[in-house]
């Protein structure tokens, strides 16, 4: 990059992870090989970083360049922003009601089957203004923010209209218009049957392919389309033709896959090349190999498992071996994941899926960025990269999911701009 000053160096950095080094998602051992630098420095200009390294190449690349400002990291640990890309941001209302019931041990698709869980988000976003549902997402990405995350997924799907699948996007482009933080847009008109479609889920299916995901299209309001394929909600058979439509459209292809019953989602993911696949906890190892062969990117969601007191983990392990990328994400949704914390999640995906802190930076870093058709702008600190960074009060890697369930950030950079300090 060629530049006339450095608008900020960050210097003093006591352990910095700039995820350099690998072009494109990381499988197998590239998840571990993430580099701790002693002393190292990071210079940005234009929004951008210029030299991300020790301290003294970086200093040495930016001689004889006016610095119009210099933040001290005093010894702290530097990681490029978090990314998370799998959320549910944009809805109305909350479910702690149905805490009782998972407490009398009531499953999540059993609440659903009875018209609650998903369904009763879907009535109280159909009910909330756009007013409402903006500031209510406003609420939830500052707080994301707050805890480190830079570039956030966003998926619709508590419409289930058309009106109110486009209500939703909207909202999520407004809020990506007016907050530091950047969204990514998922449309997912297929996340549940809705209520005046049930037993005629074939219908629906139509309504998504014929008059929603052409709507959007032209609209322009999302990059990717997401299927709930699940027992009970849509077959494998009908998500194959949601997303195969979705990608003559020109969408990328999401696909929540596998997460309770072993459905063939993972395999189908593969098939189709999808960009990711989700949950996948009941995912056979085929569907594993099926998706290293199409490029899939794994998305684990430990937090949802915990959450819905599931006694199975995603085998993360056994996809890292096989050489699928893992990315790691919230989830965040009123039901099964109410949370906004990725650092939260670092401290499940290393308990729970037994990652590494390594891996699961990895997965919050280029893999998730990639997981989201970013990889070529955010996730790691490279030259030309977007300059989102985040500042731990911590000294070490290791130290964010061992010391866990509060915030450890200190300051975000988003952009080259302090957003949070
Ligand atoms: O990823 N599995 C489907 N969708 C969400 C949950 C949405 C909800 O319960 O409101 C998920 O877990
Ligand atoms: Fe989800």
């Given at each position: 990059?060629?530049?006339?000053?450095?608008?900020?160096?960050?210097?003093?950095?006591?352990?910095?992870?700039?995820?350099?080094?690998?072009?494109?998602?990381?499988?197998?051992?590239?998840?571990?090989?993430?580099?701790?630098?002693?002393?190292?420095?990071?210079?940005?200009?234009?929004?951008?970083?210029?030299?991300?390294?020790?301290?003294?190449?970086?200093?040495?690349?930016?001689?004889?360049?006016?610095?119009?400002?210099?933040?001290?990291?005093?010894?702290?640990?530097?990681?490029?922003?978090?990314?998370?890309?799998?959320?549910?941001?944009?809805?109305?209302?909350?479910?702690?009601?149905?805490?009782?019931?998972?407490?009398?041990?009531?499953?999540?698709?059993?609440?659903?089957?009875?018209?609650?869980?998903?369904?009763?988000?879907?009535?109280?976003?159909?009910?909330?203004?756009?007013?409402?549902?903006?500031?209510?997402?406003?609420?939830?990405?500052?707080?994301?923010?707050?805890?480190?995350?830079?570039?956030?997924?966003?998926?619709?799907?508590?419409?289930?209209?058309?009106?109110?699948?486009?209500?939703?996007?909207?909202?999520?482009?407004?809020?990506?218009?007016?907050?530091?933080?950047?969204?990514?847009?998922?449309?997912?008109?297929?996340?549940?049957?809705?209520?005046?479609?049930?037993?005629?889920?074939?219908?629906?299916?139509?309504?998504?392919?014929?008059?929603?995901?052409?709507?959007?299209?032209?609209?322009?309001?999302?990059?990717?389309c997401?299927v709930?394929?699940?027992?009970?909600?849509?077959?494998?058979?009908?998500s194959r033709r949601i997303l195969t439509a979705a990608k003559?459209?020109?969408f990328?292809c999401?696909i929540?896959?596998?997460?309770?019953?072993?459905?063939?989602?993972?395999?189908l993911?593969?098939?189709l090349?999808c960009?990711?696949?989700?949950?996948?906890?009941?995912?056979?190892?085929?569907?594993?190999?099926?998706?290293?062969?199409?490029?899939?990117?794994?998305?684990?969601?430990?937090?949802?498992?915990?959450?819905?007191?599931?006694?199975?983990?995603?085998?993360?392990?056994?996809?890292?071996?096989?050489?699928?990328?893992?990315?790691?994400?919230?989830?965040?949704?009123?039901?099964?994941?109410?949370?906004?914390?990725?650092?939260?999640?670092?401290?499940?995906?290393?308990?729970?899926?037994?990652?590494?802190?390594?891996?699961?930076?990895?997965?919050?870093?280029?893999?998730?960025?990639?997981?989201?058709?970013?990889?070529?702008?955010?996730?790691?600190?490279?030259?030309?990269?977007?300059?989102?960074?985040?500042?731990?009060?911590?000294?070490?890697?290791?130290?964010?999911?061992?010391?866990?369930?509060?915030?450890?950030?200190?300051?975000?950079?988003?952009?080259?701009?302090?957003?949070?300090?």
């Open positions: 990059m060629n530049v006339q000053q450095v608008d900020l160096l960050v210097y003093n950095i006591g352990n910095l992870v700039t995820m350099q080094g690998h072009p494109g998602p990381r499988a197998g051992e590239a998840m571990s090989e993430v580099s701790h630098l002693e002393n190292g420095a990071v210079a940005i200009a234009d929004g951008k970083i210029v030299a991300a390294g020790p301290e003294k190449e970086v200093r040495d690349r930016i001689t004889g360049l006016y610095v119009a400002e210099e933040l001290d990291a005093q010894g702290r640990l530097v990681t490029p922003g978090l990314v998370d890309p799998h959320t549910h941001l944009v809805h109305g209302g909350s479910r702690e009601h149905e805490l009782a019931l998972k407490l009398q041990g009531v499953s999540y698709l059993d609440i659903l089957a009875q018209g609650g869980g998903i369904l009763s988000t879907v009535r109280a976003t159909r009910r909330a203004t756009e007013e409402e549902l903006y500031r209510k997402a406003r609420r939830s990405l500052d707080i994301m923010l707050l805890y480190g995350a830079t570039t956030v997924e966003a998926k619709s799907g508590y419409g289930l209209t058309l009106e109110d699948e486009l209500k939703q996007l909207r909202v999520a482009k407004r809020v990506n218009e007016t907050h530091p933080a950047d969204l990514v847009s998922t449309f997912m008109g297929a996340h549940a049957v809705p209520e005046d479609y049930k037993g005629r889920s074939g219908d629906y299916v139509n309504l998504v392919i014929h008059e929603m995901l052409p709507e959007v299209k032209r609209q322009g309001l999302a990059e990717f997401d709930f394929c699940e027992h009970g909600v849509f077959t494998v058979e009908q003559e459209m020109g990328g999401k929540h896959a596998d997460e309770i019953e072993p459905m063939g989602g993972a395999e993911a593969g098939e090349e960009i990711s696949a989700e949950h996948l906890l009941a995912a056979t190892d085929e569907g594993f190999e099926q998706m290293r062969q199409g490029g899939v990117i794994a998305v684990c969601l430990p937090a949802t498992s915990f959450n819905l007191r599931l006694q199975k983990h995603a085998r993360a392990r056994k996809m890292i071996e096989m050489g699928v990328p893992v990315a790691l994400s919230t989830d965040y949704n009123p039901g099964s994941s109410p949370t906004e914390s990725l650092q939260l999640v670092m401290t499940l995906g290393c308990l729970n899926l037994r990652m590494t802190p390594e891996e699961v930076i990895t997965a919050m870093t280029i893999n998730a960025a990639y997981a989201i058709g970013r990889g070529d702008v955010i996730g790691s600190l490279e030259p030309g990269k977007q300059a989102d960074l985040v500042i731990y009060n911590a000294p070490n890697l290791a130290y964010l999911p061992y010391h866990f369930g509060i915030n450890h950030v200190d300051t975000v950079i988003k952009k080259g701009k302090t957003v949070v300090s």
